[in-house]
């Protein structure tokens, strides 16, 4: 069974077949990475284009490593080395790159909705590395491998979605395909950062940490933003911490059997205290071991359809 | 040259007329004669037959950007005004978000001079503020002796309230209407409505409430100074709900609406297409419902395009970065008669209200008539006629519209005014 669609653009409507395919792809390249050699000939001759507008050493190093031990040609493309900074448009940045042949391109960008855009201007393969706040679906697939590999299941699974929902792209996609998948989703952050009308997506909101964590067999924990915009949707970080902070004593008080992811960066002693994000309720390396695995399946997926 | 126009119906409800199979001679750019069965010598005259064809009074569209002075690359007052006539304007006021703004008597007599001779007469909105910096009031005496109709800021709203309340005191004095862009500016960082599809689809969200907040602003401040104040772009079902309470308290507010904002919602944005782009955005389905309740109930005043040319390099960028509005001249009325006639919306007589009689009240201008003797301004209308919208072929300099390969019943097929006549896309003079 194929995938059923060319691009991975985001994970709604992305069917449960498909995540499913995708989940147990990633488990057979995932024994790979444990080899000595780490390396199969499955993408030979295909060339993939890293092409990010914006900075992100950890997803793009993910691709990069994905595709070279897939054994396709990896090419990096970032704002800051490109004619981008000499006002060459988007459009024109994509024929070009497309003009040189290449099978697939790796796109994170600031403006939601620039991958479907490229799926309008080339004929590659395109998968989206996180555009906006809106998507960024191998995050998403990671962390259900991650949820699935830990606690062997998804279905009727009580995930939560803790922080600056708002303006994650990371928030959207997991709720997508866990629903899905058949998971139970909440969100739970400061009432400025949850979306207007996401209630809507059939997910519950909770505004305390505490019942966050007695409620729920999994905790998403998304990255503050500390920059000075960003601050401006709560009082200060020393009330975040204070009531939406994850720590040993919250954990120890409420509950004591919980999975805790991060997408990372981790900003310690703020969404989490540091012995929690070394402690032995979080998956955070595992999950980064994962998200190569899955974008190892999602490349050799999209990359053998046609 | 003499024109005569023969078996048409003639519709003016400000005349409480309709006449069908009536002819109508033009000479000068004058109506000569308007009686049935008006009979001409073929050399003497043009005869053309309108059988089937509804003449109303020149529909004029009050919010057009030409884009001239400043950017002649995407529209200019020639190519706006040709874009009017196509679409079945006789008339267009211009806003002043030009480079330079029109903000003095010389810009004002630079679009007068322009526009000399052409079909479609042109009437500037002159800026409100020097600038349109909301700092210090243009001087609006001399720029209505030179021809500007109204005051406005618009791309943005008149800035504070202070200089606001200066601006409709003095507008008063003179019985010129502040037409008002209304958006809170510090709550307008957004590219799309926000909602159930902002979150959605992860563009930035521009609230209702923005657009809300500055039209109960300017509702009290009209109401407090006594002056006019014109709504530009109405979207919002509070907003709209609050002009319908205004006027039931007799405060001078009037509201216009473009054809986007009846016909699309922010559902339209799923495919992140820039020609969708646009200030205010598309709302949601319970403000066009309330939008088509006002049209109806005569809440809303008049239907405007908006008509914001821009060049294709500048909408073909990614979505927050492209820039906001989109042409409209050319599908406007087979829009309106498409969603409104034929949907039963609006009776005919309703859609002539919106589109001649209401917007020249708002501006202070005479509303055409049939009449012997009187300057003949007049629209040629085909209820019935299917086409379909081809944006390759819009005479405007720019070409962005989401409404290309659309379907619509209905259209404005001539115009009639300056002693020329456009019909069916030719020049008859």
Redesign the interface.
């Known amino acids: 069974m194929p995938l059923s669609s060319r691009h991975l653009l985001g994970m709604q409507n992305v069917p449960k077949e498909d995540i499913q395919l995708i989940l147990d792809t990633a488990n057979t390249f995932k024994e790979i990475l444990d080899r000595p050699i780490k390396r199969v000939p499955t993408l030979q001759g295909k060339t993939v284009v890293n092409l990010f507008y914006e900075n992100s050493t950890r997803t793009r190093i993910s691709f990069e490593l994905a595709e070279k031990r897939l054994s396709a040609d990896a090419v990096n493309f970032s704002v800051s080395t490109s004619s981008v900074s000499k006002g060459e448009s988007l459009k024109d940045t994509v024929k070009n790159i497309e003009a040189m042949k290449v099978d697939m391109i790796v796109i994170r960008h600031s403006v939601a909705g620039t991958p479907l855009m490229l799926t309008k201007l080339c004929d590659s393969n395109i998968i989206n590395a996180g555009d906006g706040v809106h998507e960024h679906p191998t995050q998403a697939l990671l962390d259900l491998y991650t949820i699935r590999e830990k606690v062997g299941k998804l279905d009727n699974l009580k995930v939560c979605i803790v922080g600056d929902i708002a303006h994650s792209r990371v928030a959207l996609s997991n709720i997508f395909a866990l629903k899905t998948m058949g998971a139970r989703v909440s969100v739970c952050g400061p009432s400025t950062m949850i979306p207007k009308q996401i209630e809507d997506l059939g997910v519950d909101i909770i505004y305390s940490i505490d019942e966050a964590i007695q409620e729920n067999d999994v905790l998403n924990v998304l990255r503050i933003q500390l920059e000075r915009k960003a601050r401006e949707y709560f009082p200060s970080i020393r009330e975040y911490v204070k009531y939406f902070g994850i720590n040993s004593e919250r954990l120890e008080k409420n509950k004591k059997d919980i999975l805790i992811l991060h997408p990372g960066p981790i900003n310690r002693g703020v969404e989490l205290s540091s012995d929690v994000a070394d402690g032995p309720y979080q998956v955070i390396l595992q999950q980064v071991t994962n998200g190569v695995a899955i974008r190892m399946a999602v490349l050799y997926l999209l990359g053998t359809l046609n | 040259m003499k024109i005569l126009l023969k078996n048409l119906t003639a519709i003016n409800p400000e005349q409480n007329l309709q006449e069908k199979n009536i002819d109508l001679l033009l000479s000068d750019g004058k109506i000569a004669e308007f009686a049935h069965n008006l009979d001409y010598d073929e050399k003497a005259v043009k005869i053309i037959d309108l059988s089937g064809k509804q003449v109303v009074p020149g529909f004029i569209d009050i919010h057009v950007h030409l884009r001239e002075p400043g950017r002649e690359d995407e529209e200019t007052i020639e190519t706006g005004c040709k874009s009017a006539a196509f679409g079945g304007f006789t008339a267009v006021a211009c806003m002043p978000n030009t480079e330079p703004a029109i903000d003095s008597a010389e810009v004002v007599e630079f679009i007068k001079n322009r526009s000399k001779n052409n079909i479609v007469d042109v009437y500037p909105v002159a800026a409100a503020t020097v600038g349109r910096k909301g700092e210090f009031l243009s001087p609006m005496l001399e720029l209505k002796e030179a021809g500007a109709v109204a005051f406005s800021d618009d791309g943005v709203a008149i800035k504070t309230a202070s200089i606001l309340k200066r601006a409709m005191e003095y507008a008063k004095m003179i019985d010129l209407p502040i037409i008002e862009h209304c958006e809170d500016e510090s709550l307008s960082f957004g590219s799309m409505n ?3 599809n ?8 521009l ?1 209702s409430v923005s657009e809300d907040l500055i039209v109960m602003r300017d509702i009290l401040m009209a109401q407090y100074t006594g002056a006019r104040v014109h709504i530009a772009h109405i979207s919002s079902a509070n907003a709209v709900k609050m002009v319908r309470e205004a006027k039931s308290k007799n405060i001078k507010v009037t509201a216009e609406v473009t054809p986007h904002h009846f016909t699309l919602t922010d559902d339209a944005l799923k ?2 297409d820039t020609n969708l782009k646009m200030n205010p955005p598309l709302r949601s389905h319970k403000d066009v419902k309330e939008i088509l309740d006002a049209l109806k109930d005569g809440t809303i005043d008049c239907i405007a395009s908006d008509h914001a040319p821009h060049s294709i ?1 500048e909408k ?6 492209a820039p906001n509005g989109i042409v409209g001249l050319e599908t406007s009325i087979g829009l309106a008669l498409t969603e409104l006639f034929h949907k039963k919306i609006l009776s005919l007589d309703e859609i002539i209200l919106k589109y001649s009689i209401n917007p020249r009240k708002v501006l202070n201008l005479k509303v055409p008539a049939f009449k012997v003797g009187e300057k003949a301004e007049l629209t040629i209308l085909d209820l019935d006629e299917v086409w379909t919208v081809n944006k390759e072929k819009f005479v405007s300099k720019s070409k962005n519209t989401p409404f290309d390969k659309r379907l619509l019943t209905g259209k404005a097929v001539g115009i009639y005014n300056n002693g020329k006549l456009l019909l069916n896309g030719e020049i008859i003079s």
């Open positions: 926000e909602g159930i902002s979150t959605l689809f992860g563009l930035p969200p609230p495919t992140y390099e073909e960028l990614e979505f927050d970065y």
